[in-house]
């Protein structure tokens, strides 16, 4: 029987022999031992256009990581801001309490008759969770007809300094019993 691999008078065939190898032919290299794969191309198996796809699609899905990557840590800046202005506005509004009930120990100071309003003033905190908090703390009284002074006072108060700064202002009204 003659073919390729073996011709019919017995003389090999021109060119480099085959080598039957696995499930596939092979072609012994004339300069080499390793046989040459039909179909090898070299280490790339695929197609040069897959490969450029495959890159777009990798910084694609980069830079959109990267973005939402931006966009929580923007978020994460934004609520620590509104966290720090939430406290202070806190903070001024117990300065703004504390400053209210200061006056009013000044206008109900134990075993006086007839209570007056006292002096405007400014109290600045210095110790505890008011540090760097001041208060304005005013006063106004009315007589109610009914031989009661009804005492109107406002406390404004503020804490922080700069985009930091909170302002509360409370009212109260105080009378004698």
Known sequence: MCNNVRPCDNK??????????????????????????SGDRGGFNGSSAAG?????????????????????AQLNVGGSAAVAQEIQSVRALFAAESGAQ????KIFPHDVVNPVCAATFTQPFTVGGLNGC????????????????????QSDA????????????????????
């Open 12 to 37: 090999p065939l021109p060119g480099p022999p085959l080598v039957r190898g696995g499930n596939r032919a092979a072609i012994l290299d004339a300069r080499s031992t390793s046989p040459l794969i």
């Open 52 to 72: 450029g796809f495959s890159l777009i699609l990798v910084l694609f899905l980069l830079v959109v990581v990267s973005l939402l990557a931006a966009a929580m």
């Open 102 to 105: 200061i006056m009013a120990m």
């Open 134 to 153: 001041s208060a304005t703390i005013t006063c106004a009284s009315i007589s109610d007809g009914a031989g009661h002074t009804v005492f109107t006072v």
């Open 158 to 177: 503020f804490c922080g300094t700069g985009s930091d700064r909170a302002r509360r202002k409370i009212q109260v009204r105080l009378r004698n019993l």
